[in-house]
T-cell receptor
Framework: GAGVSQSPSNKVTEKGKDVELRCDPI?????LYWYRQSLGQGLEFLIY????????KSGLPSDRFSAERTGGSVSTLTIQRTQQEDSAVYLC?????????????FGPGTRLTVT | KNEVEQSPQNLTAQEGEFITINCSYS?????LHWLQQHPGGGIVSLFM???GKKKHGRLIATINIQEKHSSLHITASHPRDSAVYIC??????????FGTGTRLQVFP
């Protein structure tokens, strides 16, 4: 079946502009996660959704970052007034349920470049 | 100090060699994941384990809960195994905490 999909695959934007990144989880997966991988850095957690609510948004680096999920499916990560340090690969993952018994399946990522 | 430590950071091997990548963490976890990331590619989950040992093809993952340590082994390594291998742990929350990764290159 279809895996996790993300769009766009690449995004180049000017500093100060807003961007929206989209994630389509695997159908039926209730848990959805956003991660970020900066150049030369490891992966870091941003936010997690269970259904449409976000029990843990502790990883969002600033109030310029926000995310929402609608219909228990598609999620959008929005970055306002982008800065060069926002350049990274943004990864989405989904799992059937939250909790350590369930594997996370990763999307291909969106490579964001802020010029 | 990263909560999840991996070693080595970089690893080169000749085709056919047995490879071990190590991961240590600092406090009790509910699960540990091994992930694979090919250059320019996405991330694939290899294993998720909370105790004991799992095997899939030429890959073996073990975890020692008491010692807070896990190893990923690759038997009969092949150039297509060249990738970054990432250890990630889950505590009593749903977010993953990632190690910095081990870059493996297998030469023919």
């Amino acid at each position: 079946g279809a895996g996790v999909s993300q769009s766009p695959s690449n995004k180049v934007t000017e500093k100060g502009k807003d961007v929206e990144l989209r994630c389509d989880p695997i159908s039926g997966h209730t848990a959805l996660y956003w991660y970020r991988q900066s150049l030369g850095q490891g992966l870091e957690f941003l936010i997690y959704f269970q259904g449409n609510s976000a029990p843990d948004k502790s990883g969002l680096p600033s109030d310029r970052f926000s995310a929402e999920r609608t219909g228990g499916s598609v999620s959008t990560l929005t970055i306002q007034r982008t800065q060069q340090e926002d350049s990274a690969v943004y990864l989405c993952a989904s799992s059937l349920r939250p909790g350590s018994n369930y594997e996370q399946y990763f999307g291909p990522g969106t490579r964001l470049t802020v010029t | 100090k990263n909560e999840v430590e991996q070693s080595p950071q970089n690893l080169t091997a000749q085709e056919g060699e047995f490879i071990t990548i190590n991961c240590s963490y600092s406090v009790g976890i509910s699960a540990l994941h091994w992930l694979q990331q090919h250059p320019g590619g996405g991330i694939v989950s290899l294993f998720m384990l909370s105790s004991g040992k799992k095997k899939h093809g030429r890959l073996i993952a073990t975890i020692n809960i008491q010692e807070k340590h896990s190893s990923l082994h690759i038997t009969a390594s092949h150039p297509r195994d060249s990738a970054v291998y990432i250890c990630a742990v889950r505590y009593n929350t749903d977010k993953l905490i990632f190690g910095t990764g081990t870059r493996l290159q297998v030469f023919p």
